[in-house]
C-alpha cells in the first residue's frame, strides 16, 4: 500500500508538472499578459547597469514607467531570470479601451461604422484569365470593406463596436503606443526639463535596448490561441516564399499587419515590376535584331588598327553592332513613353489604394497632427495657427535660413569630393597604364605567360575599379551619417518632410556616386583626345597624362559593358546582403536559445532576437530600386536588355523583402503614408532626364548619325550604299610629323612606325589630310555631321515630351469611377452621421419637451439636409 501510495504521488506529481509546464509553455508563446486576456501591444527591454549611469539609466526607467502609469498604459515586467540570457527585462505594454479610444480621437484614426454597399465592376473575364495568379479571398481580402469615419470618442455607439478588444486591429493600437511613447517625458516634476522625453532618446542613450510590436505568432505554423490572428503565418504561406513569384502580392493583408507605409511600397515595387514585363519585352526583340543583322552590314566586316592603341590592339566593331543600331534608336523612344505610361498608371493605381485604405484626407492629417517630438521640443517660439487657430512651435525664418544653406553646402561640398575622387581614378588609370607599359616591356622575357593574358590596359582596368569600389562604400558610408546629422539639424516639422530632405539628399549623392562614371564614358571619354601628334593632355598640360581615349570599336560599347557590370554586379550584391546578412546575424542571435524546448522560447524573447527594422528601413528599399530605375532609363540606349536585368532581379526582390520581412525582422510599427512621398518627384526629373540622356547617347556615342550621314550624302556613287564607310570615317596623318616625345623608343622599332615603308596611319576623326592648306582641322563633313546630330537630338526630344505630355494629359491620375466613389461615399457618410445626430437630437427632445419633437426634428432634418448636400455635392 505503501508503495502504491508513493508511486501514485509521484504520478501526480507529474502530471502536476506536465500541467504547469504546459501552462508555462502557452503563457510564454503568446501576445497576452500572464491573465491571458490583456493583450500585448509593444514589449521595451532594457538590461542591468552596474556603472554609475547605470543608476541614471534606473532613475530615466522609473519616471518613464511612471508617466506612462499616468497616462493609462498597463504595464507588467518579466525579470532577468526568465531571460535566454539571464540580464534582459521585458517590459510588456497594454493599451486599455480608454487610452485606446483617446488617442483615436486624437489622431482622427478612421474606423468603420456600416459596411460598404456600393457594388464593385470588376471584369469577369479578366479574373478567368487571371485565375492561375491569384491567392484565395480570405487572403487578399482579410475583412469586408468599410464605410470609415474618424473616430469620435462622443459618438461610441454610431460605429460598429462588437468587441471593444478587438475593435482596433494590432497594428493600430502598435501605432497609438508608440505615438505616446514618443512623447512621454522621464523627467521630474520639479525639472520640467522639456528635452528629456520620448521613447527615442532613451533608446540612443542605452536606458532601454529595444523598443518593438510583437508578431502574432511563428512563422512557419499559426498560433495555438485561437483569439490570435496568425496573419504573420499567411503572409508567410502565401507572400514570403519564393515559389510563389508567379502570384499577386495580398496587399490588403500587407497593410492590414505592417501598416499602409510598408503596404504602398510593395504595391509600388510589385505595379514597377509588371510593367518592367513590357519594357523587357521590347528589349529583347531590340537585341533580336541587332543579333539577326550582325552579319547583314558592310562595315562590320572590316578590322582596322588605329595608330596610337596598343599594337595588340584591333578595333573590331562588329561587337558594337548588337546595340548600336536602328532598333536601339526606336528603343530609346519607346523607354521614353513607356516610362510617361509606367508614372501615369501608377498614380492612377496610387489613387485607387488612397481610396481602398481610407488616405484620401491624410496628407492634412499629417501636417497638422503628427508634428516630430523633436521639433515640438527643438522650437521653444510658439504662434497661433491660422486654421486651426491653436498655438502651435515654430522654427524663425532666419534660423530656416541659416540652416538650410549650411545644410545646401555639405551637399555641394560632398558631391564636389564624388567628382573630384572620380578625376582623381582618371588619373590613376593613365598614369599606372604607362607604369603597367613600362613594366611589362622591361621584364618582357619573365613575363612572357602572363603577359599574354595581362595586358597594361587590363591590369590598370581591374585595380582601378576596385580603387573605384571601394572609394564609393566609403563615401556611401561617411555621407549616409552626414546626411542624417544635416537632415536633422534642419529640424523638419513632420516625419514626412523628415523623409523628404532626407530622400532628396541621399539621391542627388548617390545620382552622383553611381552614374558619374556613366556619364563620364558617355559624354565626355574619347571627345576631348585632339589627334595624333596634338594630343590634349589632362590638367592642360602641365602632366604627362593624355586624355583617355575610347576603345577602338568606340566608347558605346564601353559604356554597355560598364552599365552591365554595375547593374548585375550590384543587383546580385545586393540581393546577397539583404538576404544574408539579416539570417546571419538572426543566427547568432538566437544561438543560446536554440538549446532550450521550443515552448519555453517566449514570443518577446524570439522578436527581440530578430533585426530592428529601423525608421529609414524603406528608405533604402526606395532607393535602391530608384537607382537601378535610372540605370534602365538614363542609358538605356547603350543596352536595351537593361529592363530584362532589371525584371529578373525584382522577381527575386519582391520575394526576398517579403521573405525579410516576415521572418527577419521585428515587426514594424504600423505607419500611414498616401503616396511615395518624394521618391515621386525624384522618378519625374529622371524620366525627363532620361530622355536627354538617350538622345546624346544615339547622337554624340553612337556612330547611327554619322553613318546616316555618310549614307544619304557622302556614299559612293549614284545608289545609296554603306560601301567604303569605314575608310571614310578614318583621318589621315603622316608619320614623320610625329612630335619627338610622341614617338616610340627607338629600342622597340614597331613595324607601323618604319617611315621607308608605310609612310601614314589612320584615326578615326573627320580632319583634312597633310598637304591640305587646312591639314589637321575638321573638315566639312564634321560640321555636317555634328549640325546632324543637333538636328536628331531636337528631333528626338520634342517628339518624345510631345508623346509624353499628351499621354499625361489623356490619361487622368484619379480614375473616374474612383472620383464617384469618393464623392458618393462622402455624401453616404454625411448622410449617416446626419441622421445619427437627428435622431441622437430625437432622444433628447422626447426627454425634454415631450410631444413638441417632430416639428422641432423636422425643421433640423430640413436645415441639415441642405447644408450636407451642398457640400457634399
Not at 529583347?284 to 592603341?309: A, K, M, P
Not at 481610407?358 to 515640438?376: A, G
Not at 564601353?558 to 546577397?576: C, P, R
Request: proline share 4%; net charge neutral; aromatic share 16%.
Amino acid at each position: 500500500m505503501s508503495r502504491a501510495g508513493e508511486g501514485g504521488g509521484k504520478e501526480m506529481s507529474s502530471w502536476v508538472i506536465f500541467n504547469l509546464f504546459c501552462m508555462t509553455s502557452s503563457i510564454k508563446d503568446s501576445v497576452y499578459f500572464r491573465d491571458g486576456v490583456r493583450r500585448i501591444d509593444f514589449v521595451l527591454s532594457y538590461v542591468d547597469d552596474q556603472t554609475k549611469d547605470g543608476e541614471k539609466k534606473l532613475e530615466r526607467r522609473k519616471e518613464f514607467e511612471a508617466n506612462l502609469l499616468k497616462v493609462g498604459l498597463q504595464l507588467e515586467t518579466e525579470d532577468k531570470s526568465e531571460s535566454d540570457d539571464g540580464k534582459t527585462y521585458f517590459l510588456k505594454i497594454h493599451t486599455p479601451w480608454e487610452v485606446l479610444a483617446t488617442y483615436a480621437d486624437v489622431l482622427k484614426i478612421k474606423v468603420p461604422f456600416k459596411v460598404n454597399d456600393i457594388p464593385s465592376h470588376q471584369e469577369m473575364t479578366v479574373k478567368c484569365f487571371s485565375k492561375p495568379f491569384r491567392l484565395p479571398e480570405t487572403v487578399m481580402n482579410p475583412e469586408p470593406d468599410y464605410f470609415t469615419s474618424p473616430f469620435d470618442k462622443n459618438k461610441i455607439d454610431f460605429f460598429l463596436i462588437d468587441n471593444k478588444e478587438t475593435f482596433f486591429p494590432p497594428s493600430t493600437r502598435n501605432r497609438i503606443v508608440y505615438y505616446i511613447l514618443a512623447r512621454c517625458p522621464y523627467y521630474k516634476e520639479e525639472h520640467k526639463d522639456k528635452d528629456k522625453k520620448g521613447i527615442k532618446r532613451l533608446l540612443n542613450n542605452g536606458t532601454y535596448t529595444a523598443a518593438f510590436p510583437l508578431h502574432d505568432c511563428r512563422y512557419w505554423k499559426p498560433s495555438k490561441d485561437s483569439n490570435c490572428e496568425s496573419e504573420r503565418y499567411n503572409l508567410y504561406k502565401y507572400w514570403a516564399r519564393f515559389f510563389r513569384f508567379y502570384k499577386e502580392q495580398p496587399l490588403n493583408l500587407i497593410r492590414k499587419y505592417y501598416g499602409e507605409k510598408i503596404g504602398i511600397y510593395f504595391a509600388w515595387l510589385g505595379f514597377y515590376t509588371e510593367m518592367l514585363t513590357y519594357a523587357a519585352v521590347v528589349g529583347l526583340i531590340c537585341f533580336i535584331y541587332g543579333l539577326f543583322t550582325y552579319d547583314e552590314n558592310v562595315w562590320q566586316r572590316l578590322i582596322v588598327c588605329v595608330c596610337w592603341s596598343r599594337p595588340s590592339s584591333l578595333c573590331l566593331f562588329q561587337q558594337s553592332n548588337l546595340f548600336d543600331n536602328v532598333g536601339t534608336v526606336f528603343f530609346a523612344i519607346f523607354m521614353g513613353i513607356w516610362v510617361t505610361l509606367f508614372l501615369e498608371f501608377w498614380k492612377r493605381r496610387q489613387a485607387r489604394l488612397e481610396y481602398e485604405w481610407d488616405l484620401v484626407d491624410f496628407e492634412e492629417e499629417q501636417q497638422q497632427l503628427q508634428l516630430r517630438p523633436e521639433y515640438e521640443t527643438k522650437c521653444t517660439g510658439r504662434r497661433l495657427n491660422r486654421i486651426t487657430q491653436e498655438m502651435e512651435p515654430y522654427l524663425p525664418i532666419t534660423s530656416q535660413c541659416a540652416r538650410f544653406c549650411l545644410s545646401g553646402t555639405t551637399v555641394l561640398f560632398w558631391m564636389a569630393l564624388i567628382i573630384a575622387s572620380m578625376i582623381g581614378v582618371i588619373a590613376y588609370r593613365l598614369a599606372v597604364y604607362a607604369a603597367f607599359s613600362s613594366i611589362m616591356k622591361e621584364n618582357s622575357t619573365k613575363l612572357q605567360v602572363v603577359g599574354s593574358l595581362i595586358t597594361p590596359q587590363l591590369a590598370t582596368s581591374v585595380t582601378a575599379s576596385c580603387i573605384n569600389f571601394v572609394i564609393i562604400m566609403v563615401l556611401n558610408f561617411l555621407y549616409e551619417r552626414v546626411a542624417i546629422w544635416i537632415t536633422d539639424m534642419e529640424i523638419p516639422k513632420t516625419h514626412l518632410e523628415y523623409e523628404n530632405k532626407l530622400t532628396m539628399k541621399m539621391f542627388f549623392f548617390q545620382f552622383v556616386n553611381y552614374y558619374s562614371s556613366c556619364f563620364y564614358v558617355a559624354f565626355f571619354k574619347g571627345k576631348f583626345v585632339g589627334y595624333p601628334g596634338k594630343y590634349t593632355y589632362m590638367f592642360g598640360g602641365q602632366s604627362n597624362l593624355r586624355n583617355e581615349e575610347c576603345d577602338p570599336g568606340g566608347c558605346l560599347i564601353e559604356l554597355t559593358t560598364q552599365l552591365v557590370i554595375v547593374m548585375a554586379g550590384k543587383q546580385v550584391w545586393g540581393n546577397i546582403q539583404e538576404a544574408l546578412v539579416p539570417w546571419l546575424w538572426n543566427w547568432w542571435g538566437s544561438r543560446k536559445a536554440r538549446n532550450h524546448p521550443e515552448s519555453l522560447y517566449s514570443r518577446w524573447e524570439q522578436d527581440h532576437d530578430l533585426q530592428n527594422f529601423s525608421q529609414l528601413g524603406l528608405f533604402y528599399e526606395y532607393l535602391e530600386m530608384v537607382i537601378q530605375f535610372g540605370f534602365i532609363t538614363l542609358f538605356v540606349a547603350s543596352f536595351p536588355l537593361a529592363p530584362l536585368l532589371a525584371l529578373l532581379n525584382n522577381i527575386i526582390e519582391v520575394r526576398v523583402d517579403a521573405w525579410k520581412f516576415t521572418t527577419q525582422f521585428r515587426r514594424p510599427v504600423a505607419a500611414k503614408a498616401h503616396s511615395i512621398g518624394a521618391w515621386e518627384e525624384i522618378l519625374n526629373g529622371v524620366a525627363i532626364l532620361s530622355v536627354v540622356t538617350n538622345a546624346f547617347i544615339v547622337a554624340f556615342t553612337s556612330d547611327m548619325i554619322p553613318r546616316l550621314v555618310y549614307y544619304y550624302a557622302y556614299h559612293p556613287g549614284d545608289s545609296p550604299t554603306m560601301e567604303g564607310y569605314i575608310n571614310n570615317s578614318l583621318s589621315i596623318y603622316e608619320i614623320s610629323q610625329f612630335p619627338e616625345h610622341n614617338r616610340p623608343d627607338q629600342s622597340e622599332n614597331p613595324v607601323w612606325f618604319n617611315e621607308t615603308i608605310i609612310t601614314t596611319c589612320r584615326y578615326r576623326d573627320y580632319r583634312y589630310p597633310p598637304g591640305h592648306k587646312r591639314e589637321y582641322s575638321h573638315s566639312m563633313q564634321f560640321w555636317h555631321i555634328l549640325a546632324a546630330k543637333l538636328a536628331f537630338i531636337i528631333i528626338m526630344e520634342h517628339v518624345v515630351f510631345v508623346v509624353k505630355f499628351f499621354v499625361a494629359w489623356m490619361i487622368p491620375d484619379v480614375p473616374s469611377e474612383v472620383k464617384a466613389r469618393i464623392k458618393r461615399e462622402r455624401y453616404l457618410i454625411q448622410e449617416y452621421l446626419h441622421n445619427y445626430e437627428v435622431e441622437k437630437l430625437k432622444l433628447q427632445l422626447s426627454q425634454s419637451n415631450g410631444g413638441h419633437v417632430q416639428c422641432d426634428a423636422a425643421q433640423i432634418m430640413a436645415a441639415e439636409r441642405h447644408q450636407v448636400l451642398s457640400e457634399c455635392l
